[in-house]
Nanobody, 123 residues
Framework: QGRLVESGGGSVQAGGSLRLSCVAS????????VGWFRQAPGKEREIVAT????????TYADSVKGRFTISRNNAENTLYLQMNSLKPEDTAMYYC????????????????WGQGTQITVSS
């Protein structure tokens, strides 16, 4: 049974930085497409950043390009999201997800999801 556990969330002032981690277990992490997603109150869940299993394709939401960086350490089954220059509009619950079956799947196709970690950015 696959499991993903996020950590690193918290409260920060605008302009600050945070690094999220997501540790995977029970899945073949190195063969999985992975991603970070977020959901603000009253809004739909949206893609923040994704990476395919070969690390050859990464995508970012326009709103985070140049500020956020997705990376992975397959030896440690861990996914990261480095977030710099945070803005109040980045406030949301952040989720990591993985899918071992598809390269660059749509958000609805990700099979495994973490429980989420809250990011709050104050102005």
């Amino acid at each position: 049974q696959g499991r993903l556990v996020e950590s690193g969330g918290g409260s920060v002032q605008a302009g600050g930085s945070l690094r999220l981690s997501c540790v995977a277990s029970g899945i073949t992490f190195s063969a999985s497409s992975v991603g970070w997603f977020r959901q603000a109150p009253g809004k739909e869940r949206e893609i923040v950043a994704t990476m395919n299993q070969y690390e050859t394709v990464t995508t970012y939401a326009d709103s985070v390009k140049g500020r956020f960086t997705i990376s992975r350490n397959n030896a440690e089954n861990t996914l990261y999201l480095q977030m710099n220059s945070l803005k109040p509009e980045d406030t949301a619950m952040y989720y990591c997800a993985a899918d071992p079956n598809t390269s660059c799947p749509p958000i609805s196709a990700y099979k495994y999801w973490g429980q989420g970690t809250q990011i709050t950015v104050s102005s």
